[in-house]
């Protein structure tokens, strides 16, 4: 940040990030920033000055921690973003995640690495799951999504069994991306 000289666009940046946080609701993440030769302060220390037990303080801190990233992930923080660490993927799923950015299908996919289908979806899976894509367009068509969707938000924790029975035109596959999808915050019923 320094050698790019962003340090004045990295503090803004931090500051529109808090004042967005403090929009969802209070904010207390800020306690926990720590600077040169000055110490964090611990969740009890901030339950005794803000006057809330630790549980209440906990979950506010979860909720903070959600917005943020969802702020993070919106794209408006160039500088902030490039600090979220993802889950690594395990080998295989990571030279599937090359061949789909070079636009590869994942027939093409299959086909080169000699496996079946189903061993590069559940790659697919494993690379929506950790966040490195978010295409699920490219898998499921808009109007299945929000069919199943509405009918998943009413019936959650249900076999992926059950789904099937009610979208058999859906693979079990298009099924997991949709759950997937949901769980992750990236897809939702409007």
Do not use: W
């Not at 967005?20 to 209070?26: E, R, S, V, Y």
């Not at 904010?27 to 611990?42: F, K, N, S, W």
């Not at 009610?166 to 999808?181: H, P």
């Amino acid at each position: 940040i320094k050698e790019n000289q962003l340090q004045i666009d990295f503090e803004n940046e931090l500051h529109n990030l808090f004042k967005a946080i403090t929009l969802k609701g209070p904010c207390y993440l800020h306690y926990y920033l720590q600077g040169y030769d000055e110490p964090m302060y611990t969740r009890q220390q901030v339950s005794l000055i803000e006057k809330l037990s630790q549980q209440q303080l906990f979950e506010y801190e979860m909720n903070n921690l959600v917005t943020m990233m969802f702020e993070l992930e919106s794209g408006e923080y160039t500088i902030l973003s490039k600090i979220i660490m993802k889950p690594t993927l395990l080998n295989q799923t990571y030279i599937t995640y090359t061949k789909l950015l070079e636009q590869f299908t994942m027939e093409d996919i299959a086909a080169q690495q000699q496996v079946k289908i189903n061993t590069i979806e559940d790659h697919v899976l494993e690379i929506l799951i950790k966040g490195y894509m978010s295409n699920y367009d490219d898998y499921v068509e808009l109007e299945d999504q929000l069919q199943f969707l509405n009918f998943y938000q009413q019936h959650r924790g249900e076999r992926l069994k059950f789904y099937k029975e009610q979208f058999d035109t859906l693979s079990y596959f298009q099924l997991k991306v949709l759950i997937v999808g949901f769980e992750r915050g990236d897809l939702n019923v409007a």
